[in-house]
């Protein structure tokens, strides 16, 4: 066989293999992308010493396609009052339930404590001086960011609806010193 000849045949090949990993590709990472986990950047200070301004963060969207958020869940939402921005904050207050904020305690009164029981936050650092009470509807969560004292929260902004919730931090990526697989995950001891 002539050398030309089949020197054409494999860059055709090459070209064709490259097309078809290409497609592959592509058809493995869109959905993944678009239904699964997406990349976040931190910015600003809200959520100061969990999360600082810059770090990259995979977003766990799949779990609340499957269930619900929890308490104390780091979430990715879409601002209530501009939906094209996104924060970040962690979840204090669930569907249903009554918070009452004394300075920095946060008091939740819901069907299994009817007399309340304070939040136990050991992640937060900065306190903030707050006095306010809100119940929340079947489809509404209340978040705060751990650095109380620099947050906009739902403690100024109102409530976030389920439907906002994009998901939960799911990994940190970048810097390479805190690099972790749910970050930010706090569970208090009972």
Known sequence: MDPIVENKKTSRQSFWDILRFAVLALAIVIPIRLFVAQPFIVSGSSMYPTFYNGEYLIIDELSYRLGEPKRNDVVVFRYPKDTKKFFIKRIIGLPNETLEIKESAVI?????????????????????KNNSRITL???????????????SDSRYWGAVKRHLLVGRAFLRLWPVARISVSPGNYQPAD
């Open 137 to 151: 509807k079947g489809d509404e969560y209340f978040v705060m960011g751990d650095n109380r004292s620099a947050s």
């Open 108 to 128: 939740i009164y819901n069907e299994e404590h009817r007399d309340g029981f304070q939040l136990a936050e050991s992640f937060v650092k900065n306190t903030s």
